[in-house]
DNA sequence: ACCATTACTGACTGACCAGTCAGTAATGTA
DNA sequence: TACATTACTGACTGGTCAGTCAGTAATGGT
């Protein structure tokens, strides 16, 4: 019955409501999907009401589509960023590449975002379409000049690049979804360290011109 | 305005529902997820009204987890029989393992289940513990087996085996589920054989001992 | 031809939730 | 202290859909 001094009910921090609700509505899509998350549910995980949801988010939809873009782009130009400073050879060019994408994106909550991509495709064309554009094809051409330069300078065999990006990238893409879907219902899974260990071990191995 | 000899407007086929039903629900949670498709729809597609669909599944539940048991048990079999029969070396038994995976799974229908369990998990513990208990275990099972009997035959390096096995698969599960994701959105991508190939070649080439 | 059985139908309902908006209170200003 | 501005609230509405059930018609038996 007693109330000792308790912060306002109501604040006002229109700065900090934005990403606050980003936040908040990509651990429920990601857990939950797109259909299945309440936004009630997500104005109450960022500490608002519904109704100031809607003051900075039109709908559920643009709220999805704010999800994806602003939670994957801000860390595109690091990659690229990385890349064109790197003056290493191939093989520890390609090691930091993908060693620092898990620490980036894979082993955050970013992560979730593959995993979110990958469910709402079918229902949502038009962000798979930016999502593939804008990312996707961002990725897939650091991973190309990687190799390109491995496979010049001789440090890799000549195989075919296109098919390669993707299979080289597919089992860190796999790491991350396995975290935000089967993971958390307690199916046994090894530290990712021993995973990315193997994987560079098999990858580089697979690669290295004999 | 005339009507020439139709089918008649009514069929009872008992016997054929369930799995024309359980065709038409896999088709939509794949496509759509599970809160987004909607049960009229899928009684459509499959020919009969919502409530015919409620005599042979008692809820939507029900009838997700009927589509995830039914569509994946009975291929399971075959590839236990075919590490039993096998008698040639490691390298080609893995090699058959996952193009027999790809050719009976991940290039039909049933490929979809991937992308509908990883979507679904976080909403459905119970049915991801299932599968991870029926389907990943034993799945696991068959590429352990395989690699031990590389490494003990010294066709294959001694590496960390658990790890490996996932590492392994997951170029298949990532090509399986790109086929069900952004695929269908117009997001480009390359022939299943040529990835199937760069991923063996890679693969084969990483384990070898030399 | 009539009846009994049962596979099948589709209008209905109750629950849930995205989106709205009239009202409330926090903050700045004078 | 009074007023103006505006960030924020939450009860409400309208639409959607899972699940129901009284009724319909296909089939097989006599």
Redesign the interface.
């Known amino acids: 019955m007693n109330h000792p001094q308790e912060a306002p009910v109501r604040q006002r921090r229109k700065e900090a409501r934005p990403a606050e609700l980003l936040a908040a509505a990509l651990d429920h899509f990601?857990?939950?999907?797109?259909?299945?998350t309440r936004l009630e549910d997500v104005a109450a995980q960022a500490g608002v009401s519904k109704g100031t949801l809607y003051l900075y988010f039109g709908s559920k939809e643009t709220l999805f589509k704010a999800v994806i873009e602003q939670g994957i782009l801000p860390v595109m130009a690091q990659g690229e960023a990385m890349l064109a400073q790197h003056d290493g050879d191939a093989r520890s060019l390609l090691q930091g590449l993908l060693l620092r994408w898990w620490e980036l994106i894979g082993a955050t909550r970013l992560g979730g975002i593959v995993?979110l991509?990958?469910?709402?495709?079918?229902?949502f064309?038009d962000v798979?379409?930016y999502?593939?554009e804008h990312v996707?094809v961002r990725g897939r051409n650091l991973l190309r000049q990687t190799l390109e330069r491995g496979i010049a300078t001789g440090e890799f065999?000549d195989?075919?690049i296109?098919?390669?990006i993707?299979?080289?990238f597919?089992?860190m893409?796999?790491?991350a979804?396995w975290r935000?879907?089967?993971a958390?219902?307690?199916?046994g899974?090894?530290d990712p360290e021993?995973?990315l260990?193997?994987?560079l071990?098999?990858?580089?191995?697979?690669?290295?011109n004999?």
């Open positions: 990601v857990e939950r999907g797109f259909a299945a995993k991509m990958i469910s709402e495709a079918g229902n064309p798979a379409q999502y593939y996707i065999r195989l075919d296109e098919s390669a993707d299979v080289i597919a089992p893409l796999m790491l979804i935000h879907s089967l958390p219902c307690g199916c899974k090894q021993t995973y260990r193997t994987h071990d098999l990858l580089l191995n697979g690669l290295e004999k």
